[in-house]
Structures are given as structure tokens and as C-alpha cells.
């Protein structure tokens, strides 16, 4: 039988008792002997340690998931654990996994009892008490936790990290406490001083502190979250609050919450303060002020919002300026938000010239050349589901694509073992079993679906039409076109790029763009009968504003020719 070994250790684990007996190491040494001893399979790859990991956490745990996702490829026939809590402290996911697990054809070996979990019967019913009792004991254990914070908080000492402006000292009994860093409370001194010359701009703060080389909490750039964070931390005003913010469980990962107002610890601490009293004034009334809405909450206003990235950092474009006094331009967001220090930028391009380039780029596939040859493309692919009536044609698309999404599902399941990028490996493999999902419902959908006649005529005329109704959007131009340029980028971003041509700057605009995207949603509003029209890709283009760029007074602008 072959095994696999999965092993996990929490942080109140490692800070228990028993923290030596139950050490990762000792877990998988205690499994591998089990597992010789009956005389099963181990390969060297098929050990899974999430170390530092709690019970309560299933999404985010990368070793958990990634041998479900090996489990799925039917690679191992048995796994492993020391006893179930490994496996999850919550007993409804506990049990999910387990029999995603039991889906897969793996069973659960737990070598502490050394029998199998039962999940029938009456052995069910064994398995969901012990997932229970893991549940009320992790909730047991947090609020022994939550009780000793406060304990120690309460007798003076300190339970958490120093923040920005303190470090940590100790008595000579060994308790931890805080005291100002001279060096660093000068730094909070000077963000209020900022903030308040500023005119209580978090924006205008960060760009400053980024431009003057001020050294952040974290060692980055400032941002305006970052200030805000700094400028309403209550120790600076000679106040500790403990207990605002706990971790709890919430659709199998963990989040942090606001504490009930009445169970938060709040400690005066006058000899903590930094913030002078005339400046502490100062600040306080900035931050009165009104302040608009937080951006992103409201329908875009411009036509290439979030259409457009930057060459040299990758962050979207952005508008900045005013329209009363017509200087919009498009800028790097990242720039704008922290200055040099974190991307050089591309400088500004005007409005009006960008959103000119954009609507060029993505003309000849709504009117041009593209868009009749994918007429054309489609005409064929219609006409010969016509003559199969549109069953048999979009069975084999489908399962070419399911054939496709497994085969790639397979790569990044053998990514994540071999202990490739984790995160960025999960969310793709997460697409490709969700893309994977339903094409079998859609090749069950068509297997099983009565023949359709496909009328391939009333379907290219209707497409016609959708796309004569696109090409009057793209005529007026302005944020009325963005759903043509949605339905031709489809999930691509142009990258622009700053180019000089004949000594004047201009910005390049370049990406992918895909036909297949805009034919699929044009076929989709004319026909729900034919969900197997796509179309190829196009090749690609590049477009270029043609106007010149407004003059900066900082800044790499650049303008297309």
C-alpha cells in the first residue's frame, strides 16, 4: 500500500507541555516507523509538514492543501497523521476533509490509535466525537491564551512586539516593558509635523516622508495606510489598548475580527507619549476634517481605469489631476501612492491621448480586419455543428478542453510537491479544479442533451448586430466605450511602456488581445444554444497615443508616436 505522511504543529503546540513530544520532527519519525511496521510504501516526496500552523486554519494551509490536490491524482493510498486534530480542529471541516479524502480512494491511518478512521456506521460516530472534543479544545486553548495576555498586561508587563517608536526592556524580574526610542519617536514626531503640513493628506504625507527618505515601520515605502496607522495609534497619546483585535475561524481560515467594544483593555500610560500636546491638537483636527469617499467604491469614471498597467512595476494605471483645471493624466498608481522610492514611474500621459490609443487598439476587432476574419471563423465552426446538430461538435470541444484543464492540473499538482511558489501555484491549481468542474458539468450538460438545431445565419446576424451596437460605443469614445474594451481585453491588461520617437516622448501600449473573448460574449447574448462558438486568439497588436505629452516637473514621461 503506498502511504503518505501529513504532519502539523500549531504555535500553542509548540509553546505547550508538550511541545518537544510533539515537535514536527518527532511526529514524522513516529509515522515513518509506523509505517514500516506495516510494511507499507513511503515515498520521499510524499511528506507533508505545516509547520507553525493552526488547526482552525484549512484554505491558507499550503501542505494540507497541497496533498489534497496529490490525493486527488490517486498517487498514495493511505495517509498518515499522529491522531485527527492534525488533520483539522473543526469538527464540520474535519469531517469534509475526511471524506474529500475518502473521494480521492485514501484512507486515514492515525498510527496514536493505529487503526483507521471509520466514517460508517457506527465507527462515524467515534470519528465525530473526536473531532468535536479537537474543536472545544482549540477554543479552550485560545481563550487560555486570551486570559494570560490580560494577565500579564494587567500586572504591567507587555504581551506583544514593541511598536514603531519603542523597544523592549526588561526588569529584574525578567518582565518585558516599553520604553521611547529616542531615535524613532523623532520619525512619529516628524509624520505628525508632516501630516499637519500637509493639510492632513495621508497621500500627501506618505509622497513626502518617501521623498525625504524616512524609514517605514517595515522597512518599505510609506503608504497612506501606513501614516494613517501611525497618526491614530493610541500609545503615541499615552494610552495602551489590548484585546482590539483577535483571530478567529471563518469559512476554514482565519481572520482578524474587532473585539467587542467592552472587552478591550485600555491602559493609561502618560509616560509613553510622544505626540506633544500643541502638535496632538494639530493632528487631531486634521483628522476631523471630512474627508471623501475611499477610491474604488464608485463607478469608474474614466475609460482606461484598470485597462492598463505599468511597464516598470506592474501596478495599474491611474488618473490624477483635476477637471477644472484639464490636467488629467494617467500615472502609475504605485508612483502616485509612494513616490520614486518604490517605482521610478513612466510619467504622465494625458488623458485624451491615452484613451485615444486605447479605443485605436481595440477598433479593428469590432469593425476592422480581426473582427470579419473571426466572422468568418465562426460562420465555419456554426455550419459544421449545423450538420451534426451542435451536439456531437461541442462534446468533442469540451472534452478537449477537460482533457486540456487535467493535464494541466496534473503539472501544478507536481509543482506544489516538488516545493515550487505555494501560493501562486494554489490559486491556479484552485481555477484550473474549478475550470475543471464545470466542463464536466458541461460535457454531462451536452452528453446528455436533446439534438439543437443551429440556424447558423440567425446567429451571425445577431452577432452582426452586436457588434454594430459595440462599434457606435467605440464612436463615442469616452467611459460609455469601456464595455468594448472589457469584451476584447476580456482579463488582459495593456502594458505601457515610455518610448521616445524623434526626440519627443510618448508612451507604447502593447498586450495580447483576444478575439475569442469578444466572439464567445457576442455568440453568448445572441444564442444561450451554441456555448461552443469560440474563437482563437488573435495576434497580437500594440497601439501608441499620438499627442504629446503634457509637460512635468519630475518624472519619465513618455509618449507614443
Partial sequence: MRAAVYVRLSKEDRQGARSGVESCLVQQKNAERAIEAQAWHLAADRVFVDDDESGAEILRRPKLQAMLLVAERRAFDVVVLRDLDRLARDAARQAALLVQLKDAG??????????????????????AVKGVVAEQERAKAAQRIREGLRFRVQAGRRATPAPFGYRSIRDANGAAHWQIDDARAAVVVRIGETFVERSGSFHATAVALNGAGVPSPGGSTWSPQT??????HPLYR???????????????TLVRVRAPEAEVLRIAHPELRIWPAALLAQIDAALARPRRKAWGVATPRHLASSFLRCAVCGSSLVVSGTKSRNNLSYVCDKHRMHGRSACRGIGYRAEHAVD????????????GDVAQRALG???????????????ESASERVRRDLDAAQRKSRNLADAIARGGEMDALLVALREETGRIDGLRADLERVSHAAPVAIDPQRILATARKRLAAFSKLLRRGGV???????????????????IEVKGSRRWQLAGQISAGYLMSHV???????????????????????????????????????
Fill in 227 to 232: 501614516v494613517k496607522n501611525v497618526l491614530t
Fill in 480 to 498: 460609455e466605450a469601456r464595455p468594448v474594451v472589457a469584451a476584447v481585453l476580456g482579463s488582459e491588461r495593456l502594458v505601457a511602456t515610455p
Fill in 523 to 561: 455568440v453568448k447574448e445572441a444564442s444561450g444554444s451554441c456555448p461552443s462558438c469560440g474563437v482563437p486568439r488573435a495576434s497580437p497588436r500594440a497601439s501608441r497615443p499620438r499627442r504629446r505629452s503634457p509637460r512635468r516637473s519630475w518624472g519619465s514621461a513618455a509618449s507614443g508616436a
Fill in 356 to 367: 485615444a490609443a486605447l479605443l485605436r487598439a481595440v477598433a479593428p476587432f469590432i469593425d
Fill in 238 to 252: 499615552g494610552e495602551y489598548r489590548h484585546g482590539a483585535m483577535r483571530t478567529v475561524a471563518r469559512g476554514g
Fill in 377 to 391: 471563423l465562426l460562420k465555419d465552426r456554426l455550419e459544421a455543428q449545423a450538420k451534426d446538430h451542435g451536439r
Fill in 106 to 127: 485514501v484512507e486515514v491511518w492515525t498510527y496514536t490509535d493505529r487503526a483507521f478512521v471509520q466514517l460508517d456506521g457506527y465507527g462515524y460516530l467515534l470519528t
